[in-house]
């Protein structure tokens, strides 16, 4: 059974400061690993698909990194607005089938 | 720019009812998909169709059936609705299989009495 694990499962983070959480994925038979931002009523929107073992990729204010040989994605938001507070989903694709296999989130909350 | 259309937004059924959720995108892509999502649970697929003329049963097919209609519309069907299948359904699409980043509709809340 392949798991995706995502941490922490909810995070407070004061307005202006800087935070990051995980998205453990199985080392092998990796295919790529999706990013996706949920905000409350709405439907999942992609930020980043990361293909390539140390990938680096960036949109405005978040970025993620991508470790393939040990299985983990790091999401970092600098310089945290309320508008960033949501729930933020991965997704890792398997080689073996192609299917992506999601985590539960973390929801993140922005304080004023 | 509607993007992932899908309908209804909310439904009641009554155990044993059968009903269709339908989608349409409107970004010639050639993948679309159905999943369901649950409290404290992560999006779990239903059934996907990696292409027109193709579908194929996700992680948690049990219970429905799914028409890729056209490159345009997938529809999903449930025969005898159970409360077990009170949930949230979104349906996506992407350009590629795998790669492409989906793209999601508003979601469907159904509940099964």
């Known amino acids: 059974i392949l798991n995706v694990e995502q941490s922490p499962q909810s995070l407070h983070v004061q307005e202006g400061d800087s935070t990051n959480f995980t998205c453990g994925f199985p080392s092998s038979n990796f295919y790529a690993l999706h990013w996706y931002r949920w905000e409350t009523a709405k439907s999942p929107e992609a930020l980043f698909v990361m293909t390539l073992n140390g990938d680096e990729k960036k949109k405005g204010r978040i970025s993620a990194t991508l470790n393939t040989k040990e299985g983990y994605s790091y999401l970092y938001i600098k310089g945290s607005q309320p508008e960033d507070s949501a729930t933020y989903l991965c997704a890792f694709i398997s080689a073996s089938n192609y299917q992506l296999i999601w985590g539960a989130g973390t929801k993140l909350i922005i304080k004023p | 720019n509607a993007g992932v259309t899908q309908t209804p937004k909310f439904q009641v059924l009554k155990t044993g009812q059968s009903m269709t959720l339908q989608c349409a995108q409107d970004m010639n892509h050639n993948s679309m998909y159905w999943y369901r999502q649950d409290p404290g649970m992560g999006l779990r697929l239903i059934y996907y169709s990696a292409s027109e003329g193709t579908t194929d049963k996700g992680e948690v097919p049990n219970g429905y059936n799914v028409s890729r209609l056209n490159k345009r519309e997938f529809s999903l069907r449930l025969e005898s609705a159970a409360p077990s299948q009170t949930s949230v359904y979104f349906c996506?699409?992407?350009?590629?299989w795998g790669i492409g980043e989906l793209f999601f509709g508003e979601g469907s809340r159904l509940t099964v009495l």
């Open positions: 996506a699409s992407s350009e590629v």
